[in-house]
């Protein structure tokens, strides 16, 4: 393990709850009860840098969905899994492990695969170009989904994907709904991609961009929508600061 932190799979996943939370400093943001707060949206309109901020200013969990759909993919293209296959899908899905480990530098948790850190690896563009493909496996969905609603039994979490405030929590307490302009969504991922591959072109982030978008809207079993009851963040024109302040502002006015 890279980070010898916590690792704890999703079967002892109030005990990591626990853990975490006790390492952080109370703030005044805490509301009296635990709530779950849900964060959907586009690729790359920054729901993860919104999700990790909200979790640190509230003491709560911080969950990446689109880290375990990544994952899955990753395994699936190191092993040539044939994910059009339900047969092969299930059989895979059996020798998946998925766990959560906090990263003490960075304050986060990583993403682990079998007892691998493949926090770095699932970001590459070559894991973009095939995860919403697999993400709209209906076995793989119920894989993913069934976890992701394990850790949030005892509330007090923040997760971030596209179908979370429709399909994995639909009554969470704060749902939030995000969006940005393409062209400044395209710039952000762009650099981020570049910092690890200077060989990355402006056109290769938009066309995966685009392309992910249109799958993760159009796939059958719980497409990316905004759900009724969720509000819309649009931070195109936001500093990372404005966005807090105005989700820390939803935060406060929910019951
Ligand atoms: O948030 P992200 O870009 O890391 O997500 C990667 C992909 O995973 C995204 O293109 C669609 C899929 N995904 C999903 O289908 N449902 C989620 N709840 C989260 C991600």
């Not at 709530?35 to 990446?64: F, H, P």
């Not at 699936?76 to 899994?81: A, D, S, T, W």
């Not at 936001?238 to 966005?243: E, I």
Request: aromatic share 8%; with cysteine; net charge neutral.
């Amino acid at each position: 393990m890279g980070t010898g932190g916590v690792k704890e799979s999703y079967h002892n996943w109030n005990f990591f709850c626990t853990f975490v939370t006790r390492n952080y400093a109370d703030t005044d943001m805490e509301p009296k009860k635990k709530i779950i707060i849900t964060i959907d949206g586009w690729s790359s309109c920054g729901k993860s840098t919104l999700a990790k901020q909200l979790a640190r200013e509230l003491n709560y969990v911080y969950i990446d969905s689109g880290a375990m759909y990544r994952a899955i993919t990753l395994y699936f293209l190191r092993n040539h899994i044939d994910w059009t296959s339900h047969d092969a899908v299930q059989k895979a899905l059996k020798k998946i492990k998925l766990e959560f480990e906090s990263n003490h530098k960075s304050g986060h948790t990583d993403m682990c695969l079998n007892g691998e850190n493949v926090e770095y690896v699932i970001r590459d563009l070559v894991i973009a170009e095939k995860v919403s493909e697999v993400a709209a496996v209906k076995e793989v969905r119920e894989f993913a989904v069934a976890q992701q609603q394990a850790m949030g039994k005892e509330k007090g979490i923040v997760m971030d994907g596209r179908d979370i405030g429709t399909t994995v929590f639909p009554d969470a307490e704060l749902k939030i709904f995000m969006t940005a302009d393409e062209a400044i969504r395209v710039q952000r991922r762009f650099k981020e991609l570049f910092q690890k591959n200077p060989n990355i072109t402006l056109e290769e982030v938009k066309a995966n961009l685009e392309m992910r978008d249109y799958i993760d809207s159009h796939r059958e079993v719980s497409p990316l929508r905004q759900a009724q009851d969720a509000i819309v963040l649009d931070n195109s024109r936001l500093t990372m600061k404005q966005q807090l302040e105005i989700a820390k502002g939803w935060v406060k006015e929910t019951p």
